[in-house]
């Protein structure tokens, strides 16, 4: 049907693969770690972290067209987005000193918070926050308007510290942004895959997924593609001031 000769075809079938494929053989099997080592984070849809991965963690020359052309492949797909509801707050408390200005010139500048339980559990974080990183004054927290964070417990502990509040407009959840963007993506990258049976099983499972693969593993676009400690680290080493 194909009009070739016995001879042509026994030669093309007892060929050796070519470099090319085995180039994208061993590419495959870099990319299917990469995703192993992600717990199936990254996906088809995630091609610039998986290429940030391979060239900034690896070392490999690769483009970005490869990369997504073997995931297809392979079909790698990551997990799906989640949206839900927040609750909307009407307390008018602190003024907004961020108006959604995310971006800063070093560390430890402005942190962003969101809604838990009861003021002292947020309180306590916060006590935590400050013996960790141990801010200059001035520093700006970002938060909703829940009532944890208009309490006078909170209130206090910050400014004691001398930490400055700041609130978004009511109603608005663009101005919290970056925790709503993160809150969405432990939730789908964690929470939505498994169910914790204690409170200390689910403890430890947000931990790990925080300290180790959040941190320490997970490629950020909004920091060029690095982890956080990279990012970090290599603030130090250009401001050490910062």
Known sequence: MLGVSDSGYYLWHNRPPSARAIRHAWLTEQI?????????????????????????????VVGHGAVEMLMRRAGLK?????????????????????????SRTGRDQRWSIDASQTAALVTNDLDMAIRNRNPEPGLVIHSDH?????????????RASGLVPSMGSVADCDDNAMIE????????????????TTRIELANAIFEYLEIFHNRQRR???????????????????DPVA
């Not at 009532?147 to 909170?154: K, P």
């Not at 963007?181 to 914790?196: A, G, P, Y």
């Not at 060029?224 to 130090?236: C, H, K, N, V």
Request: hydrophobic share 35%; proline share 5%.
């Open 181 to 196: 963007s993160f809150w969405s993506r432990m939730q789908t990258e964690l929470l939505n895959r498994r169910r914790s």
């Open 220 to 238: 950020h676009s909004a920091l060029g593609m690095r982890t956080p400690i990279e990012y970090e680290l290599r603030a130090d080493r250009i």
């Open 32 to 60: 299917e770690a990469v995703h192993t080592v992600s717990n199936g984070v990254y996906g088809a849809h995630c091609v610039r972290r998986v290429h940030a991965e391979l060239t900034l963690g690896h070392g490999i």
């Open 78 to 102: 990551g997990l799906p987005g989640s949206r839900r509801p927040r609750p909307k707050h009407q307390t008018p408390t602190a003024a907004d000193l961020v108006g959604r200005a995310f």
């Open 146 to 158: 829940g009532v944890q964070f208009t309490s006078w417990a909170f209130t206090q502990r910050a």
